[in-house]
């Protein structure tokens, strides 16, 4: 595949995506290779995305398809097959600064998140022990979307921590570097008020999301909604209790509706790919030294790390939490705690029932994993 030539390649950033035939993988692969164009352009760096899958048709022919888009990103597949040289997941992951991770099953009916856990956990070990083996994990970013993501993240840090050991790793220096995409929550609840508060298309709304990635592990916090720098409080309260009530419950089991729409084909992978591809984007434009920190709400594991009383207090020493994070280049810099004080009355018990369930659900996943 030819591949563009840049006045200045020193900043060269190669994006590994494992899973990229797969709906989300294929979706997302081609959000970046063209909302990356201006980023490349801007940055005069060399933009290469790397799609994995073992599913080799679907991941040939996307990246294929992909390559005869005229942008400045240059894609290059990879998968298991007849003649395809010793390690397909080696050479995708080889140099990768940034890996992002849609590989797994997705959601069928009558299955939760947690009936996924045990399929997905040994894929996202399969390629984690990939990822210590092929990537400097002192530099490499990973994101992980393969669901349910509340349990995966474990997974995924401890194989990296155990698998990298030859890299001198240690658990603070993997946690720094490992997140779990929860963006499709805070994407679903900025639609869902858009629409219950009749904004203008133009008005973009963003509403912070904490918590876990299930059901009412899912605390989105609509009284810190704003559009720009304007706060909603007050519309949002004049919405009523009963109608926020109802937004809360369409956010946290907003999954659902797109499984029961699919009838049975497969989960969410059109609004994910979009919501991984802001994520992603922000990740590249900081690696790209575009800019210098990154503000997300990911999740973390804010447990490796001594980030104060308040911290701690917050999460009830859970480890594994998404929380709004500073990021910059280093990793993990900051956790913010500011959202914490400012919760509605509702809000409070809708993050004391997540804690609980938090609590609950994640030693159990690793029980199983052992
Ligand atoms: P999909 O079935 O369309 O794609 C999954 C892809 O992973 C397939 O192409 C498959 O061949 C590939 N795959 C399986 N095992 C692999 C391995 N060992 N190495 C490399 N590739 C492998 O599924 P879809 O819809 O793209 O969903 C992917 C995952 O994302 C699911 O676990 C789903 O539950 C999750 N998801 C996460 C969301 C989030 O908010 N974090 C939202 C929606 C879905």
Redesign the pocket.
């Known amino acids: 595949m030819p591949h563009p030539t840049y006045t200045n390649s020193r900043d060269a950033l190669k994006i590994a995506v ?2 990229a ?5 294929q979706s997302l692969s081609l959000l970046l290779k063209t909302e990356l164009h201006t980023t490349c352009v801007a940055a005069d760096a060399r933009v290469h995305i790397a799609m ?4 080799r048709d ?1 991941v040939a022919g996307a990246a294929t398809d992909l390559s005869h888009i005229n942008t400045a990103v240059y894609v290059t597949w990879h998968a298991p097959e007849a003649g395809s040289g010793p390690d397909p997941l080696a050479a995708c992951l080889r140099g990768a600064q940034l890996v992002v991770i ?6 069928k009916p009558g299955m939760t998140r947690d009936d ?1 856990f045990a399929i ?1 956990a040994s ?1 996202v070990k ?2 984690s022990q990939g990822i210590a083996a092929h990537c400097d994990l002192s530099r490499t970013f990973v994101l992980l ?3 349910p ?1 509340n349990s995966l993240v474990p997974v995924l840090v401890e194989t990296l921590v155990v698998a990298g050991g030859h890299q001198r790793v240690t658990p603070q220096t993997v946690a720094r570097r490992v997140f779990g ?2 963006q ?1 929550d805070a994407v679903r609840a900025s639609a869902f008020l858009h629409e219950a508060l009749g904004l203008l298309p133009g008005q973009s709304v963003r509403v912070p999301v904490v918590g876990g ?1 299930s059901g009412h592990t899912i605390v989105p916090l609509f009284s810190q909604a704003v559009v720009g720098t304007d706060k909603l409080q007050e519309r949002v309260r004049s919405l009523g209790p009963d109608v926020l009530s109802q937004l809360v419950n369409r956010v946290q089991f907003g999954g659902d509706e797109v499984v029961k729409a699919k009838n049975g084909a ?4 059109l609004s ?1 790919a979009y919501a991984a591809a802001q994520v992603t984007r922000g990740f590249a434009e900081l690696l790209l030294g575009v800019r210098e920190e990154l503000q997300d709400t990911l999740y973390v594991n804010v447990g490796a790390f001594a980030f104060g009383e308040q911290v701690t207090q917050l999460t009830q020493g859970l480890p594994y939490v998404s929380l709004p994070l500073a990021i910059s280049r280093d990793g993990l810099q900051a956790v913010d705690t500011q959202w914490a004080q400012k919760l509605a009355p509702e809000e409070r018990k809708l993050w004391a029932v997540c804690i609980q369930e938090l609590q609950t659900a994640v030693p159990q996943h690793q029980e199983q994993q052992s």
């Open positions: 494992l899973g035939g797969g709906g989300i993988g994995y899958d073992v599913n679907a849609p590989a797994g099953v997705p959601r996924l997905n894929i399969t390629l979307i393969s669901n993501v995409l929860t499709l990635h497969g989960s969410a992978t994910m």
